[in-house]
Every structure is written in C-alpha cells, then in structure tokens.
C-alpha cells in the first residue's frame, strides 16, 4: 500500500466508522455465535501473494463484524464500559499514523509532557490535592500491580527485587471480599501469593458494603502476633460487583497507625469524582498513597487509559526503575522518563486523546454526561422497584445497581440473564451478592440517552413475564 492509497481507504474508514456509530441502535448488543464460528471462516494458512483492500474490507464485514460484541452500543449495561468518543478515537488515529515510542523523555518529549499536564488536569478534575503525581498505566491491573510492588518492597526495606521472598517474612496485603480478581492477580504476580492477601469481610446491612474495620484491626494484630508482616491494605470506591465503597478515612487511620501502603482501586467510579456532589464516596481519598481510575471507561478515553496517582513517585520509581546505560538521558538530570513509573519499559501516547477528550466536551459536558447515567439508572431502579415481581438487591450506587425477580433460584436468574442477552437489544451481567445469584445493571455507554434506559425497563419486563 502506498501513502496515496492509505489516505484514500483511511477516508473510507472513517466515513465507515462514523455509519457505523450512527447506526448502533439497529444492531444485536451481542453476536448470535457459537464457539469456532467466525475461526471456521478465516483459512487455515496465509496467503502468498498480496490482496487488495477491498476484498480485505469484504472480508471484515463477511467474518468480524457478525462475530462482535459492541461495546460501544447505547444499550451495553454489562461490565463497565470502555467508551471510546469521537474525539479521543480522533486522537487515536493521529498516534497511531505517528507511531511514536514513548518510554522516555528524550523518544518524545510532547508525549511525556502532555502526560504530566494531562494527568494534573484529571487530578484537579477529581478534586485531589498538590502531592499527587500521575502516570498512565495501561489498566487498573497495572497500577495495582504497581501498588503491590511497592507494598512489597516498602515492607521488605527495598531488599525484595534483590533477594526474592525466600527465608524471610512473607508481606500480608489487606481488602475487602469486593475487590476485582485484578487484586488476587497483583498478588499471585508479585509473588506475595494467595494466602497472604488476606480478605476482610463487609459490615452486615451496609449498603456500600464497607470493609469491617474492626476486623480488620483484629486480623492485622492477628498476623503480627503470628509473625506475619502486614504490609499494604487496597480499598475500592466502586468495586465490580455491586458498586462498593469502603470507608477511606478509616482505612487511612488504621494505615497510618498501622505502618501500611494504602492503595484505593476506582477503576470506574473514579470518573464521577468529576462531579463534586459524588465525592462523599470517598472521603479521605486525599490521605491514600496511590488511586487509580480509568479514563477508559466512564470519561470516554480510547482504551487503553488508566490514571494512577502516587503521593510519593520516588517510591513507585526505586520498586520499577532500572537503567541500563542506553536507557540513560543525558545532560537532562531533572526530566521525567515514564517508563521508571510503569511495568512495561515501552510506553504509547495515550495522553493526546485525554488532551483531544477534555478540550472536545470540557468538564461541564463530562459532568452532564455522568450525571444523567446516575439519574437514569435510578430511575430505572425506582421503576423495577414498583414492580410486584422484581426486587432491587443492592440499591444503586452512581449508575449500578442489582436486581433479581422474585422467587427466582441462582438457575432462573441465570437463564433470565440469557434470555434477555440473547433477545440483541440490551446486554446485562450477573453477579454473586450475598450467597445468590443476581442481574447487575450499569449506565456508562457514551452514546446512551434516557430511551436507552426505557428500552432496557421494557425488554426487562417483557422477557422476565415470558420465561420460566
């Protein structure tokens, strides 16, 4: 292909794309497909000689497109979204025609710098203080995974990268029972291990479902009675499940008072905190060590796009940093070189769609954006409610909620799940919430609008009183 060809068909692209994203709501959620269906369709071995974009084009709308799920449809209620705006993918298509690699300051300066600034304004945005530095991870994984390093090398006076974990004490990290697996992930990772992140139950009859602190306390004494070695405590503001939201000021006291590395995982919920009004979910958020939140998800960033903040960076930096000496910037002994803050060494431009992003909607247009997603999804809730045969298991907290209808065992619930799924016109998730099975419902999709929700109030309706 050549630069004249590319232009052309990059036209063609776009014009594509941007039918496609106009045209969303006449389309399934999700695929009508079976397992091996759309691999069936793709040879078994590459071609030797060259094809032209257009059968190429063919093929992607013959093989690809049937077998995708949309997740950027207007009706996507599972998961969490990962939003991607028109100017952020704008953004996108500019860094990826400019390829660059930006592990340090010196291989693209306008990247590193953009990111500091980029992730300044998302500090401001969310209401932290000065003290906060920011990197941009690729997921909430990684910055967790981060965090837990950290924790591990804090705990261990910065021996463990050298001398492993044999012969000494194992690091006991702390949470609730409503992390993300990514939480186990980092543990199993890092080589701290299943059994030493130690969960601790919720308080009974909350409806954030906060961590017990006083089980906490009593674990951590506990462990250190036993010889153990508490080293970190990971809280959520909006955990997967059901939305969770553990009580970051306490958590904060018990890990000042208790020497540990307090990381708050709010890889959706975060977001919000872009509207004042949302931020009593996590209060205290000002005295953690490190957040993290996606852009990705509920702002309308491209995936990929986390924001991990890091009261102290020196530590992030002496637990990640190596430098061999073609990875040295000399001459400049005060820049910023990402690639110490992150677990990859390479690094791609994901600040220019933050900055793309920001400046197409500003804050007032992201507010407006997140706030109706709550107001809808209540609604919703409140609708449901009133239903004599649905009960709200789990009363929304930002745009989640959890519902079930009534009677139903984990086998019903799970196969109303599908039903509605394999209906196309919305798409829904399941979840475990005390002992049971039960429907989660989020807002987040960036094109969603209030007859979205309509829809989803209807279709609910309409499948639960035809199936058994």
Request: with cysteine.
């Amino acid at each position: 292909m050549n630069w004249d060809d590319f232009a052309q068909w990059g036209a063609k692209i776009a014009d594509w794309g941007a039918d496609y994203h106009k045209t969303l709501r006449d389309r399934p959620v999700r695929p009508a497909v079976k397992p091996g269906e759309i691999i069936a369709k793709l040879p078994a071995s590459p071609p030797e000689s060259p094809e032209g974009m257009e059968q190429i084009m063919q093929d992607f709308e013959r093989v690809v497109m049937p077998g995708l799920t949309h997740w950027q449809h207007p009706r996507f209620f599972a998961y969490f979204p990962a939003n991607a705006a028109p100017p952020s993918m704008l953004a996108e298509m500019l860094v990826t025609t400019l390829a660059p690699q930006c592990m340090l300051w010196q291989t693209s300066p306008a990247a590193t710098e953009m990111e500091i600034r980029m992730l300044d304004w998302l500090r401001q945005s969310i209401g932290l203080p000065d003290g906060f530095s920011g990197v941009i991870q690729d997921s909430a994984s990684s910055a967790t995974l981060a965090a837990v390093l950290v924790m591990r090398e804090r705990a261990l006076n910065w021996q463990g990268n050298q001398k492993g974990l044999a012969g000494g004490p194992t690091p006991r990290i702390y949470c609730s029972d409503q992390v993300h697996t990514s939480i186990d992930r980092a543990a199993w990772v890092s080589g701290i291990g299943q059994d030493n992140l130690i969960k601790i139950p919720t308080v009974k009859g909350d409806p954030l479902r906060r961590m017990d602190t006083g089980a906490l306390q009593a674990t951590i004494a506990a462990d250190r009675a036993a010889g153990h070695l508490p080293a970190g405590l990971i809280g959520v503001t909006g955990a997967t499940g059901m939305g969770a939201c553990d009580r970051i000021s306490d958590l904060a006291a018990i890990a000042r008072a208790e020497n540990l590395y307090l990381h708050i995982d709010a890889a959706w919920a975060g977001a919000a905190m872009i509207c004042p009004e949302f931020r009593a979910l996590w209060d205290g958020i000002d005295l953690a060590d490190s957040v993290v939140f996606n852009p990705h998800k509920w702002l309308g960033a491209q995936f990929d796009c986390s924001a991990h903040f890091i009261r102290d960076p020196d530590a992030l930096r002496q637990t990640l940093a190596i430098r061999p000496e073609y990875l040295k910037t000399h001459g400049h002994s005060d820049v910023t070189d990402y690639s110490e803050w992150s677990i990859p060494l390479g690094r791609r431009f994901r600040a220019l769609k933050l900055w793309f992003l920001i400046r197409s909607y500003g804050l007032s247009g992201l507010r407006a954006m997140i706030r109706n997603h709550v107001k809808w999804s209540q609604d919703l809730a409140g609708r449901l409610a009133a239903e004599p045969d649905f009960e709200i298991t789990s009363q929304p907290i930002l745009s989640l909620f959890t519902f079930k209808r009534k009677g139903d065992t984990d086998q019903q619930t799970q196969a109303l799940v599908e039903a509605i799924n394999a209906d196309g016109r919305i798409y829904l998730t399941q979840t475990k919430l005390d002992g049971q099975t039960v429907i989660r419902f989020q807002a987040g999709a960036f094109g969603t609008e209030e007859r979205d929700a309509h829809t989803a109030f209807d279709t609910i309706l309409e499948i639960a009183r035809t199936a058994p």
